[in-house]
């Protein structure tokens, strides 16, 4: 009766390690369980723990007592073998960027790609080329609105419309004499400061391009491997030029580059 009780409790206790055991690494396959179990018993028998063999052993309690015992021995076992499995801590110093991950972050987000591969100092670069093109654009912006406004004041003849009048000098007037020469001047202002928003709205783009192609390129040389063989060596030479049929220009002195890797 006890050796029956010590096999039947050998195999569960075996499978339940097993099961313990397949939760860690994914789903067993349904042939390999009557082999890992068989394969189990003996390293049950030879490793199992002298609190639960004093279980097994003991005859004055019932089936349903045993198997309690047994499962709270097996909980702690397995309880423990878990807390010893320390998950080893990632090496940040061998991490390495995704290039395409820096790619779409930065086309997401101005800059997120330079966060991504920790570059840090790279970042009030590519804001500050945000923030200065976004305010050369609203700074021009407004001086156009001005100018248009003053000088459609300006050509339309009508007295009360005098915004023009904040662009003149102290103690300037605008007459019959000199008004073509201010109609001239503030066309040609407005269409100065309109050229001159434009054109920080294409630097602005500009400034976006290369943020962009500057985390994919720096997230590609980050993986870039650069040896002690990698050297570029320059170094005078004679050059032979065999189809001459002059002796004196048959050969002449030139540089050579040789580049090895």
């Not at 602005?204 to 060596?233: H, M, N, P, R």
Request: hydrophobic content about 40%; overall charge positive; glycine content about 4%.
């Amino acid at each position: 009766m006890r050796k029956v009780r010590y096999i039947r409790c050998q195999r569960l206790l075996a499978m339940m390690l097993f099961l313990m055991a397949g939760l860690q690494q994914g789903h067993a396959q349904e042939m390999l369980l009557k082999k890992a179990v068989d394969s189990l018993q003996t390293v049950v028998d030879k490793n199992l723990p002298d609190s639960v063999k004093a279980i097994i052993n003991d005859s004055t309690i019932t089936d349903e007592e045993l198997m309690k015992n047994i499962n709270k021995e097996v909980s702690l076992l397995v309880d423990s073998t878990l807390k010893n499995q320390t998950q080893p801590a990632k090496d940040w110093s061998t991490w390495r960027p995704d290039p395409k991950r820096a790619l779409w972050l930065a086309l997401v987000i101005p800059g997120g790609g330079q966060i991504y591969n920790r570059k840090y100092w790279k970042l009030p670069i590519v804001y500050g080329g945000f923030i200065g093109c976004l305010y050369a654009m609203n700074w021009n912006n407004t001086m156009y609105k001005d100018y248009s406004q003053a000088y459609l004041d300006l050509t339309d003849n009508d007295p009360g419309t005098q915004s023009y009048n904040q662009f003149l000098h102290l103690g300037a007037k605008i007459n019959d004499s000199n008004k073509s020469r201010y109609v001239d001047v503030f066309k040609k202002r407005k269409d100065r400061f309109r050229r001159w928003r434009d054109l920080s709205f294409f630097i602005l783009v500009g400034v976006y391009a290369l943020s962009v192609i500057d985390a994919y390129v720096d997230a590609e040389l980050s993986v870039f491997d650069i040896s002690k063989d990698l050297s570029l060596k320059v170094e005078p030479t004679v050059i032979n030029n065999h189809s001459s049929n002059n002796l004196l220009d048959a050969s002449s002195v030139g540089l050579q580059c040789s580049l090895n890797f």
